[in-house]
C-alpha cells in the first residue's frame, strides 16, 4: 500500500478540500510543528467515515450515530497510537497507526487470499494473479485510509482459508473477530452452515443408509448442528455484545458524562442534532424496541438506509459509480450457474461424477467455489437493493474472494499475453510475450499484472476493461476520497 500513501499525500497536498457535510468534530489542542506534518501527509486517511473511526478511538462512542462502526477497528488504533511520541496529538498517533495497521493487513490480506484461492481454485497460478488484483483494488483508497475493510478482508479471507483447510476452531474465532469490524460479518456464519451441511449430506451419499446405521446417522447430524450451533453463536456474540454495550450506554440513567464533555464537542451534537451519550433526557425510541439495536436504528435514521429506499432520480451518479462493480458480480454469477446448472440447483449438496473419480473441475468454476459465488451473490443483491449503493465497491471488494477471483479467471482464459506451457490454462500453449527483467532467470514469481500494463497496446479489450476497472477507481479513490469529494 506504499503507492497508495504517496498519491494521497501528494493528491490531498495539490487539490483544495471540498466542504462536504459530513461528520467532522473539531480539533482539539494546540498542535505542534509534528502535527501539522502529519496531517500534510496523512490528512487524507481521515476523511468521511474515518473520521468517526478516529473520534470513537479517541473518545469512544460518545455520539449515538457512532454506533454504527463496530469497535475492533478503532479499539486496535486505540492500542497502537501508544507506540507514538505521547508529544503528538491523539489525532496524529491514530493516523499513524492507521497507516501502519492497514499497510500490514492489506499484505496479510493479500497473502490469506492467495492461500484460499490455492485451496478453492487449485490453481496456483490463478490463485496469485488474483492476488494481485486485490494489491490493486477498486477498493483501494479504504485499504489504506482509516476504515475498517483492511482489517475485515484480512480476518475473513483467512477464516475462509483456515475453514478450506479443515481449521474449524481458528476458522470461527477469525469469523467472529471479523463481525467485531464489521456487520456484514454476520453473514459469514453461511460458511459454517453449509460446511456442516455439505458434510452430512455427503455422507449420507456413501454407502447404504441401512435400519442399523439410522441411530449414528442421527448422532452425526445432532454432533454437526450442535458444532455448527455453536460457531454461528461465537460470530453473533461480539456483534450482541457491542448492541448490549450501546443499550447501557445510551439508555441506562444518566451518569453525568455531559459534565465531562468538552463544551466544542456538545456545541456540535447541539448544532447537528447529535444525542450525547449519558446525558438527561428523553430515551431512543430504539431503547423501547423489543430487540434494541442500535445499529439498524442508526442505518434507518441517520442514513436512510433501506429496501429500494435509494431508488430515486437524483442518485443515478451513484447508480452510475456501482455498475461496474455491479456488472462484474452479475456476470460471475451467470457464468458460474450457466457452467454449472445442475450442482447450483442441488446446492452443491449432490456428489457430482468428477467428485467420485477424485477428480473434480478446479479453477474458478469448479465445485469448490459454489458456496463463495452465493455469498457474493448475496452481498451484491443487498447492497444494490437496501444499501446506498454507491459503496457497493468497497462492500464486495473487503468481503468476496469472486471480486478478484473472476477478474483473474476471465484473464487467464482470454489474455494471450498470459498463455504460456505449464500455466494453470491447460487449452493453450502460446508463448509469453513480454516478461518482467527483475523476474528472468530467477525463481520469483512474474508480476502479471504489470507485465499487462507495460504491454497496454496488446492487450485484448477484456483485458484493458478489467484492468481500466481496477486502475481508475484505485486512482480516482485517491483523488476524490482523499479531499472530501464524494465517491464510493
Known amino acids: ?137 477498486p477498493a483501494g483508497v479504504f485499504m489504506a485510509a482509516a476504515y475498517s475493510e483492511s482489517m475485515f478482508a484480512f480476518l475473513a479471507f483467512s477464516a475462509m482459508w483456515q475453514l478450506e483447510k479443515g481449521q474449524s476452531w481458528l476458522s470461527g474465532l477469525l469469523f467472529s473477530l471479523a463481525s467485531g469490524a464489521r456487520a456484514n460479518g454476520l453473514i459469514n456464519a453461511g460458511f459454517f452452515l453449509y460446511s456442516h451441511g455439505k458434510r452430512f449430506a455427503l455422507q449420507l451419499q456413501v454407502g447404504s443408509a441401512s435400519v442399523r446405521k439410522l441411530p449414528l446417522l442421527w448422532k452425526q447430524a445432532f454432533s454437526l448442528a450442535s458444532s455448527a450451533a455453536l460457531m454461528c453463536a461465537g460470530i453473533f456474540l461480539p456483534f450482541a455484545l457491542f448492541q448490549y454495550y450501546a443499550y447501557v450506554r445510551f439508555c441506562g440513567p444518566g451518569t453525568g458524562l455531559d459534565q465531562t464533555v468538552p463544551e466544542p464537542l456538545l456545541q456540535l451534537a447541539r448544532a447537528k442534532g447529535y444525542r450525547v451519550a449519558g446525558m438527561d433526557g428523553a430515551k431512543p425510541p430504539w431503547c423501547s424496541q423489543r430487540f434494541p439495536v442500535v445499529y439498524s436504528y442508526i442505518q434507518d435514521t441517520y442514513w436512510n438506509v433501506g429496501f429500494l429506499r435509494y431508488f430515486e432520480l437524483r442518485q443515478i451518479p451513484n447508480f452510475l459509480l456501482a455498475l461496474p462493480v455491479t456488472l462484474l458480480g452479475s456476470w460471475a454469477a451467470w457464468t458460474y450457474v450457466s457452467t454449472n446448472p445442475r450442482h447450483c440447483l442441488t446446492l ?141
Open 1 to 137: 500500500r506504499q503507492p497508495s500513501l504517496v498519491f494521497q499525500a501528494v493528491f490531498n497536498l495539490l487539490i483544495p478540500d471540498h466542504s462536504a457535510d459530513a461528520f467532522s468534530p473539531p480539533r482539539l489542542g494546540s498542535p505542534g510543528p509534528w502535527d501539522a506534518l502529519v496531517e500534510r501527509l496523512l490528512g487524507g486517511l481521515g476523511r468521511w467515515d474515518a473520521e468517526h473511526f478516529l473520534f470513537i478511538a479517541e473518545r469512544g462512542y460518545l455520539f449515538e450515530h457512532n454506533c454504527a462502526f463496530l469497535p475492533l477497528f478503532p479499539l486496535s488504533l486505540r492500542a497502537l497510537a501508544c507506540l507514538w511520541p505521547p508529544q503528538l496529538q491523539p489525532r496524529s498517533r491514530l493516523l499513524l497507526s492507521a497507516a501502519l495497521l492497514n499497510s500490514l493487513l492489506s499484505v496479510l490480506a493479500a497473502a490469506a487470499l492467495y492461500g484460499l484461492g490455492r485451496a478453492v481454485l487449485r490453481r496456483h497460478g490463478e490463485a496469485f494473479l488474483a492476488a494481485l488484483l486485490f494489491s490493486l483494488s
Open 348 to 488: 452443491g449438496l449432490e456428489r457430482s461424477k468428477s467428485e467420485e473419480k477424485g477428480k473434480p473441475r478446479d479453477g474458478f468454476c469448479g465445485p469448490a467455489a459454489f458456496v463463495y459465488m452465493v455469498h457474493a451473490t448475496a452481498l451484491l443483491a443487498f447492497g444494490f437493493s437496501c444499501m446506498h449503493v454507491q459503496v457497493l465497491t468497497r462492500f464486495l471488494g473487503s468481503s468476496s474472494p469472486i471480486l478478484y477471483w473472476f477478474p483473474a479467471h476471465l484473464l487467464q482464459e482470454h489474455e494471450p499475453l498470459l498463455w504460456s506451457a505449464g500455466t494453470d490454462n491447460p487449452t493453450s500453449g502460446k508463448p509469453l510475450l513480454s516478461k518482467s527483467p527483475s523476474s528472468r532467470g530467477k525463481g520469483t514469481p512474474d508480476n502479471l499484472v504489470v507485465r499487462l500494463l507495460l504491454n497496454w497496446r496488446l492487450i485484448t479489450p477484456l483485458s484493458k476493461s478489467i484492468l481500466g476497472f481496477f486502475l481508475c477507481y484505485w486512482l480516482l479513490g485517491l483523488i476524490l476520497h482523499c479531499n472530501f469529494l464524494p465517491w464510493t
